[in-house]
């Protein structure tokens, strides 16, 4: 069955969407990058329809993964579990991943490089841990390993993670303060034999603060 397309008009709600009319009834809506080659007097038959609905389709998923990735860089399994989320069928996800991938919206590679230059910058972790993060983003193992290739030995890491932390423990007796620590830096992925050497250099500086601030308290 064959009909004709007999208007095209652009939605009130959404200027990016028009509706089509076939034989002067509306008939569905799509997003004028699938439109755009469409004019009065086309003649379309069912399989025409479908198409253009199947891409319509298309685009929508296409334009919720941008959206998504405006809020922050995704893997390409968080990007597929957040379409197949929203309702969407493999096969549409499949052609926006495909996009995607294309245009290098989607780059594991990128995205597992940028994750552990960020954490060494703001938050500091071992290897052991940000490889599980990774990991659980489904980041393949060889690109987890050249993202770990540029960063510091774990005991630096260790290191860097306890100065920002010490802040945090003035005031405290030893032993608390090495509990604290110690408690901190695991968390954070780092190994007993790292860890171990820190507490006692950490102890020493934080100790050798609390001195110098009772005598100059005492001199005041």
């Known amino acids: 069955m064959q009909q004709k397309l007999t208007g095209i008009e652009q939605q009130k709600k959404n200027p990016n969407r028009v509706n089509i009319y ?22 379309l038959d069912e399989q025409s329809i479908q198409y253009l609905q199947q891409e319509d389709m298309l685009e929508e998923a296409y334009q919720k993964a941008l959206r998504l990735l405006g809020y922050r860089p995704r893997t390409e399994y968080e990007m597929r579990s957040r379409l197949a989320e929203y ?7 499949n052609g926006v991943i495909a996009r995607l991938l294309e245009r290098e919206y989607l780059n594991d590679q990128q995205f597992a490089e940028d994750w552990v230059e960020n954490r060494n910058t703001f938050r500091p972790r071992g290897r052991r841990l940000l490889t599980l993060e990774l990991r659980q983003k489904k980041v393949s193992e060889s690109q ?15 290191h860097q993670a306890a100065t920002k932390y010490c802040s945090k423990l003035k005031g405290l007796d030893e032993k608390s303060f090495k509990r604290k620590l110690y408690g901190f830096l695991a968390r954070k992925g780092f190994m007993y034999e790292d860890i171990k050497p820190i507490l006692e250099e950490m ?8 001195l110098v601030e009772i005598e100059v308290t005492e001199d005041e």
């Not at 076939?22 to 003649?43: N, S």
């Not at 309702?87 to 996800?93: A, D, F, H, L, Q």
């Open 22 to 43: 076939l034989d002067e009834q509306f008939a569905f809506g799509l997003h004028k990058y699938v439109a755009w080659h469409l004019k009065v007097g086309d003649v």
């Open 87 to 93: 309702g969407y069928e493999e096969n549409c996800i």
């Open 144 to 158: 987890i390993r050249r993202a770990l290739e540029t960063l510091p030995q774990d005991a630096e890491l260790a």
């Open 203 to 210: 102890w020493e500086e934080n100790d050798s603060l609390n």
